[in-house]
């Protein structure tokens, strides 16, 4: 490959899918399924000509993404989902509707600004609860809970 990295990138467009396919085989060493449309091989071949110029992802990172991709716990808690200041929440507690705006500085529900998710979880239930476990943003087991 004489051409520069940037170069090959740009052409990967304007290529017919012969040559895309023939180019997969070049780079994976097999040819590509037939059922693969020829806009999803333009993005394979462009990360994998990038990776052959500039290097892949460190094992680890591969040995972790593996292991979230089997559904394997590393014994470690897996981080809460953040939310963006605009965020709606929604839940439904008890058959009552209940949302929640997510603010860059607290939580908006009921008119009322709340300094933590828990607050208003514990004003909705009336007991302790974890207020990204009664909103279902705190993934658990590496799998974002949906309730």
Known sequence: MSTSVD???KGLPGMSREDLQSLWTKLFGKPPS??????NLIPILAYR???RAFGGLKAAVVKRLRQIALGESTGRRAPDIRVKPGT???REWQGEL???SVLAEGY???GQTWRSLSEIARAITGTRWSGPAFFG???RS???TTE
């Open 7 to 9: 170069d090959q990138l």
């Open 34 to 39: 037939p059922a693969l449309r020829r806009e």
């Open 49 to 51: 000509l990038q990776e």
């Open 88 to 90: 709606r929440i929604v």
């Open 98 to 100: 209940h949302e929640v």
């Open 108 to 110: 908006e529900y009921n």
């Open 137 to 139: 943003i705190r993934r």
């Open 142 to 144: 590496g799998k974002a």
